[in-house]
């Protein structure tokens, strides 16, 4: 089998600790796979030392939270292999920043209409690097509000006219690939049906991306039809992962519900 290179552990929005989710990934049987949590690299090299004892190779990787300004969308770019990490570190560790800020003041607001101990959510947020909502939805859940992440709740307070329509700034997204690009890494487009980023391709291949993630759980048999014949037509490599979360994502997708194949592994490896 071959490699899911979109995995999230606690150091952002997964509900896995590192050791744990490689071990999944190693028994699952892959030869590869890539920690690619949101806007930090700092569990990478602990899961590579975690892949050396499970016997699974791991890929350096990030995913890089970005917007689109002309199209009003948030665009994530995932990142492999990265040679030299630092042209990133002020531009997410920013986005650290915005985000914790969004997490105390939507913390404050909710805790007007829902009782809870801010502590909680801190408790689930301190092994990573920032406040996501998840570990807000998850102390809801522990203090019964809801039964789940992402259901009504979720909606009624994060979605579009909810009681919480503030929202972390994030960088251009043409800024971010050329960060990214800066590394010496493999830069790809992550997902393109999870925020309708189909119309932006053109102008990132423009920009210099390396690839597009053709094989994810949101990706249709249409989409992934056509994503790879844009890739094929442009000489982009084909990426696939499960943009796994655990139950902090909300669906049914154990690791290596979507794979990369060995042949555009080594492409990244090897750029």
């Not at 806007?39 to 892949?51: F, L």
């Not at 004892?53 to 300004?69: H, L, Q």
């Not at 560790?93 to 914790?100: P, Y």
């Not at 960060?179 to 309708?196: F, Q």
């Amino acid at each position: 089998m071959a490699g899911d290179l979109h995995c999230h552990s606690v150091m952002s929005d997964g509900v896995m600790d590192i050791d744990t989710i490689v071990h999944y990934a190693a028994l699952k049987g892959l030869d590869y796979m890539a920690l690619s949590d949101h806007d930090t690299i700092a569990g990478v090299e602990t899961a590579i030392k975690c892949g050396q004892k499970y016997g699974i190779k791991v890929i350096r990787a990030i995913e890089i939270s970005s917007y689109d300004f002309k199209r009003l969308k948030k665009v994530h770019i995932l990142c492999y292999n990265y040679k030299n990490p630092e042209p990133l570190f002020s531009m997410i560790n920013k986005t650290v920043e915005n985000r914790n800020r969004f997490g105390q003041k939507t913390i404050k607001k909710l805790q007007q209409y829902y009782v809870f101990d801010e502590k909680d959510v801190y408790n689930k947020s301190n092994k990573g690097t920032a406040i996501f909502k998840q570990h807000i939805m998850h102390t809801l859940m522990d203090y019964g509000y809801t039964d789940r992440i992402f259901g009504d709740l979720y909606a009624k307070l994060f979605k579009k006219g909810g009681l919480i329509q503030e929202k972390p700034d994030y960088p251009n997204v043409f800024d971010v690939v050329k960060a990214a690009k800066s590394t010496g890494g493999v830069v790809i487009l992550a997902h393109p049906p999870v925020y309708n980023s189909f119309e932006l391709i053109p102008e990132l291949i423009e920009c210099g991306i390396n690839g597009i993630e053709v094989y994810h759980p949101r990706c249709s048999e249409e989409d992934t039809k056509n994503l790879k014949c844009i890739c094929k037509e442009n000489n982009l490599i084909m990426t696939g992962g499960t943009d796994f979360h655990g139950f902090y994502g909300g669906t049914n997708n154990p690791i290596g519900t979507c794979v990369t194949d060995n042949a555009e592994i080594e492409r990244i490896l090897n750029y």
